[in-house]
């Protein structure tokens, strides 16, 4: 009975623990987002209406706390980028409406974004996510490929050149805005998508035949993987 009882204690510290660390995740976005990248651990601290050591209970250093922060990103990123390729439509208003999608989540919260996708002395907060990103949509190219009898072992490398992309043309319109969000994402999504649609012609497969008027938008199985 005493495990029991000490199991059941250890389950709901482990959910607070879970929320508060939440609960700090939001508040470091809004302190980056008001003070810029270089919001401190007190900034952040004072934000969330705690002393430095009390967030520091929760992570060990400012280092672990950018990394919660880009994880957090990350999955905002790919919530939004999935939602807009898994609708139901030719294939290159897909890629177009996901570069969209990615551009206007990072635009939401830019100092955050900025301060995730530029190098740190302490590592890549966003490395982690990053790679989630690139699993998920490996897995989706992958399923694309093997719906179109292609070869899906191109599936993983394609979709770390398309993070890759993706964070270097964020970072640089986030620093610059040289370009309109409009503009910016219109270029990108061409880019992508020839990208993708000659590597793949190259192996014989023909993205297009994926649009809904050719008769294989078979989008559940994607939609399925893409859940898990």
Do not use: C
């Amino acid at each position: 009975m005493a495990n029991v009882k000490s199991d059941g204690r250890t389950t709901r510290w482990d959910d607070h623990r879970a929320t508060r660390r939440a609960e700090f995740v939001q508040a470091a976005v809004r302190a980056i987002d008001a003070l810029g990248p270089d919001a401190s651990v007190a900034d952040i601290a004072a934000e969330a209406g705690v002393s430095k050591p009390v967030l520091y209970r929760y992570f060990s250093d400012k280092a672990e706390l950018h990394a919660a922060v880009g994880a957090w990103g990350s999955e905002l990123v790919l919530d939004r980028v999935l939602a807009a390729l898994l609708e139901p439509a030719p294939a290159r208003e897909r890629i177009t409406a996901g570069v969209e999608a990615y551009l206007s989540t990072i635009a939401e919260h830019p100092q955050a974004f900025l301060l995730l996708t530029r190098q740190h002395a302490g590592g890549d907060p966003l490395a982690a996510g990053k790679e989630l990103i690139a699993s998920k949509l490996s897995r989706l190219l992958g399923d694309v490929l093997r719906l179109l009898g292609g070869d899906t072992g191109a599936a993983e490398p394609w979709a770390q050149a398309v993070v890759g992309l993706g964070s270097s043309v964020g970072q640089w319109w986030l620093e610059r805005r040289t370009l309109s969000r409009a503009a910016a994402a219109g270029y990108l999504a061409e880019f992508v998508w020839h990208a993708l649609a000659g590597a793949a012609a190259e192996h014989g497969v023909d993205l297009s035949a994926l649009d809904p008027d050719a008769g294989m938008a078979t989008v559940h199985p994607l939609r399925q993987d893409a859940d898990e």
